[in-house]
């Protein structure tokens, strides 16, 4: 079929055609924006999942909530060598000018601006290569200037949110990878949101992060899991994968037969990602207006050819030998979760000598703990692409493009 009326989108963070099963999430998300405008207590959301699951895409959708709602909002991807500060301050610079810009001055308004320019210059104490701020006011002294996240990004956010309140809109901030923050920029971050909610100030915020992130947020502050809604954005059910497929297809007068839908259900596992690899490259293969099993035969093997030269090999460079050697382990181990005992004895070492390796694991987002005691992939379906690479007889990462 014509590739160009192709309503799939596999691409990382691009909106599906049809949000399927998301809908719920999208209520509360628009219930607390109008609590936080109304000035009511309003908790913020972090949603955890697996890589694939959409949670990029959802923070984009509830952004537009925000936007529509009249909502200030500024949007980062949290990284591990770029402190939260320093890519918060461009966002909070322009946030500011367009709340200086809507009307006559306020006070509130006014003094978030000096508020700003204290807290770039507090930031300037440990990052002095960090970036220039241009605003033409006087700092205001004593103010989230002391170089300490932890202290000065409350009083800044605090500001913010005063000369929101003053305009009569809100501040929405959205974070992706949150798991990404070092412990004290979380830290910081959670202890802004818990000032702003006891002030009653019109902030949110919405963020998104892998399973382990609860615990890392958890460990970080204790009162967190009272400021927080923690959604867990997981595999689509049958019935939402049919819609997911079966309405962007029928806008353009062309249907799924019920084995196709079917097959697709069951090699992507209700992934939303793999669901839109797997349509689209079945909508290129097929011919007429119904896509059928043997288009996703086909599909199958284009779209397992493109993932494992992006979507998988991308993440299995990162890793050491000996971290690979473990993710081998698991998964010789089978699909799921599995104890760190198992994993040891799998690679024929102790428990105590394999942690390390697992902790590495965790901090570059390859593998979460579900509960305590195991491990599981981060990532979909990665356990079938290591027993791929294995048939093949040689390391992805050691092959000459």
Same mark, same amino acid.
């Given at each position: 079929?014509?590739?160009?009326?192709?309503?799939?989108?596999?691409?990382?963070?691009?909106?599906?055609?049809?949000?399927?099963?998301?809908?719920?999430?999208?209520? %509360?998300?628009?219930?607390?924006?109008? !609590?936080?405008?109304?000035?009511?207590?309003?908790?913020?959301?972090?949603?955890?999942?697996?890589?694939?699951?959409?949670?990029?895409?959802?923070?984009?959708?509830?952004?537009?909530?925000?936007?529509?709602?009249?909502?200030?909002?500024?949007?980062?991807?949290? %990284?591990?060598?770029?402190?939260?500060?320093?890519?918060?301050?461009?966002?909070?610079?322009?946030?500011?000018?367009?709340?200086? !810009?809507?009307?006559?001055?306020?006070?509130?308004?006014?003094?978030?601006?000096?508020?700003?320019?204290?807290?770039?210059?507090?930031?300037?104490?440990?990052?002095?290569?960090?970036? /220039?701020?241009?605003?033409?006011?006087?700092?205001?002294?004593?103010?989230?200037?002391?170089?300490?996240?932890?202290?000065?990004?409350?009083?800044?956010?605090?500001?913010?949110?005063?000369?929101? %309140?003053?305009?009569?809109?809100?501040?929405?901030?959205? $974070?992706?990878?949150?798991? @990404?923050?070092?412990?004290?920029?979380?830290?910081?971050?959670?202890?802004?949101?818990?000032?702003?909610?006891?002030?009653?100030?019109? /902030?949110?915020?919405?963020?998104?992060?892998?399973?382990?992130?609860?615990?890392?947020?958890?460990?970080?502050?204790?009162?967190?899991?009272?400021?927080?809604?923690?959604?867990?954005?997981?595999?689509?059910?049958?019935?939402?994968? !049919?819609?997911?497929?079966?309405?962007?297809?029928?806008?353009?007068?062309?249907?799924?037969?019920?084995?196709?839908?079917?097959? /697709?259900?069951?090699?992507?596992?209700?992934?939303?990602?793999?669901?839109?690899?797997?349509?689209?490259?079945?909508? @290129?293969?097929?011919?007429?207006?119904? $896509?059928?099993?043997?288009?996703?035969?086909?599909?199958?093997?284009?779209?397992?050819?493109?993932?494992?030269?992006?979507?998988?090999?991308?993440?299995?460079?990162?890793?050491?030998?000996?971290?690979?050697?473990?993710?081998?382990?698991?998964?010789?181990?089978?699909?799921?979760?599995?104890?760190?005992?198992?994993?040891?004895?799998?690679?024929?070492?102790?428990?105590?000598?394999?942690?390390?390796?697992? @902790?590495?694991?965790?901090?570059?987002?390859? /593998?979460?703990?579900?509960?305590?005691?195991?491990?599981?992939?981060?990532?979909?379906?990665?356990?079938?692409?290591?027993?791929?690479?294995?048939?093949?007889?040689?390391?992805?990462?050691?092959?000459?493009?």
């Amino acid at each position: 079929m014509d590739p160009v009326r192709n309503p799939y989108v596999p691409g990382a963070g691009a909106s599906p055609p049809e949000l399927a099963g998301r809908q719920e999430l999208f209520t %509360q998300a628009g219930i607390a924006l109008q !609590r936080a405008l109304s000035g009511k207590s309003a908790r913020s959301f972090i949603a955890t999942g697996l890589r694939g699951v959409g949670k990029t895409v959802i923070l984009g959708r509830v952004e537009r909530l925000a936007r529509s709602a009249g909502f200030l909002t500024c949007f980062i991807e949290a %990284q591990e060598d770029k402190p939260l500060g320093t890519q918060l301050v461009p966002h909070l610079r322009r946030m500011m000018l367009e709340l200086d !810009r809507l009307g006559a001055v306020t006070v509130q308004v006014k003094r978030g601006l000096r508020v700003l320019k204290s807290f770039a210059s507090g930031l300037r104490i440990h990052h002095p290569l960090g970036f /220039v701020i241009e605003l033409d006011v006087e700092p205001e002294r004593g103010t989230a200037d002391t170089g300490d996240l932890e202290i000065d990004l409350p009083d800044m956010i605090a500001a913010l949110g005063h000369a929101a %309140q003053s305009r009569h809109t809100g501040v929405a901030l959205f $974070i992706d990878e949150i798991q @990404n923050l070092p412990e004290k920029d979380l830290g910081a971050l959670i202890m802004a949101m818990h000032r702003v909610m006891r002030e009653g100030l019109p /902030v949110v915020l919405a963020g998104a992060g892998l399973p382990h992130v609860i615990t890392l947020v958890g460990q970080t502050k204790s009162y967190a899991e009272r400021l927080f809604e923690f959604p867990a954005i997981g595999p689509l059910t049958a019935e939402e994968c !049919r819609d997911a497929l079966h309405t962007p297809a029928e806008r353009e007068g062309v249907d799924f037969t019920s084995d196709a839908v079917d097959e /697709v259900i069951r090699i992507t596992q209700g992934y939303p990602y793999f669901l839109q690899e797997w349509a689209y490259h079945a909508w @290129n293969v097929a011919h007429g207006d119904r $896509i059928l099993v043997g288009d996703i035969s086909v599909a199958t093997e284009v779209s397992l050819t493109s993932l494992d030269g992006g979507f998988f090999r991308m993440r299995y460079e990162r890793l050491t030998p000996r971290e690979r050697e473990y993710c081998l382990a698991m998964a010789d181990l089978g699909p799921g979760a599995h104890r760190s005992r198992e994993i040891a004895a799998q690679m024929d070492a102790r428990t105590q000598t394999v942690a390390p390796i697992r @902790n590495a694991l965790v901090r570059k987002g390859m /593998v979460y703990s579900p509960s305590h005691g195991v491990t599981a992939f981060t990532v979909p379906l990665f356990e079938n692409y290591l027993h791929r690479i294995r048939a093949l007889g040689s390391d992805p990462a050691e092959t000459e493009d």
